[in-house]
Nanobody
Framework: QVQLVESGGDLVQAGGSLRLSCVASRTLRFVIGNMGWYRQAPGKQRELVATITRGGTTNYADSVKGRFTISRDSAKDTMYLQMTNLKPEDTAVYYC????????????WGQGTQVTVSS
């Protein structure tokens, strides 16, 4: 099993930057595979923001390409999301997701961290 804890959400003005962190606490036998950031704005469905594989291959939603950067430090079991040039439409609860290595059906979520971008 793995538990995920996000942090770094805040209120920021448009054009500003934030760095989100997701720390994974896992049992020794749990190997983390792909990880990702998702977000959910009020009244909207949860959507993918960015994903990263164990090998470091990244994928981004079109809406954040060129502004957000996902990364992970496997030695620290930590994933990051560097967000720059934030826009009001980035306002949402951001969730960390991790999948068990070689078993993408096993998917785990954090509790979320609020990002609010004021215009």
């Amino acid at each position: 099993q793995v538990q995920l804890v996000e942090s770094g959400g805040d209120l920021v003005q448009a054009g500003g930057s934030l760095r989100l962190s997701c720390v994974a606490s896992r049992t020794l036998r749990f190997v983390i595979g792909n990880m990702g950031w998702y977000r959910q704005a009020p009244g909207k469905q949860r959507e993918l923001v960015a994903t990263i594989t164990r090998g470091g291959t990244t994928n981004y939603a079109d809406s954040v390409k060129g502004r957000f950067t996902i990364s992970r430090d496997s030695a620290k079991d930590t994933m990051y999301l560097q967000m720059t040039n934030l826009k009001p439409e980035d306002t949402a609860v951001y969730y960390c997701n991790a999948k068990r290595y070689l078993s993408s059906a096993e998917s785990f979520w954090g509790q979320g961290t609020q990002v609010t971008v004021s215009s």
